[in-house]
């Protein structure tokens, strides 16, 4: 099985910072794409960033430029680092994963709990 931890959420004031970590455990081969994904209250859960093993990262519209994405392979963890936040930036964040179990095996994705991030003065 697979686990997604999400940590780092908070209340921030508007124009603040805020790191969300992604941890991925339990049987894992290999990592394909990760991504943070976003749901406000009474929303849709929308995208926000997403960062393959090796490549560019691609960020939604509204948070390019002041949020960034990483990841360390090695430790199987991602991170998304978000700046000049906005009150419309408040939603559940989400972390997501393709992630093949073992090898031979069929590839999955997996979702974390949701961390909340609130911006708010």
């Known amino acids: 099985q697979v686990q997604l931890v999400e940590s780092g959420g908070g209340l921030v004031q508007p124009g603040g910072s805020l790191r969300l970590s992604c941890a991925a455990s339990?049987?894992?081969?290999?990592?394909?794409?990760m991504a943070w994904f976003r749901q406000a209250s009474g929303k849709q859960r929308e995208f926000v960033a997403v960062?393959?093993?090796?490549?560019?990262?691609t960020y939604a519209d509204s948070v390019k430029g002041r949020f960034t994405i990483s990841r360390d392979n090695a430790k199987n963890t991602m991170w998304l680092q978000m700046n000049s936040l906005k009150p419309e930036d408040t939603a559940v964040y989400y972390c997501?994963?393709?992630?093949?179990?073992?090898?031979?095996?069929?590839?999955?994705?997996?979702w974390g709990q949701g961390t909340q991030v609130i911006v708010s003065s």
């Open positions: 997501n994963a393709h992630v093949r179990p073992t090898k031979g095996s069929s590839s999955n994705y997996y």
């Open positions: 339990g049987s894992i081969d290999s990592i394909y794409d």
């Open positions: 960062i393959i093993s090796r490549g560019t990262p």
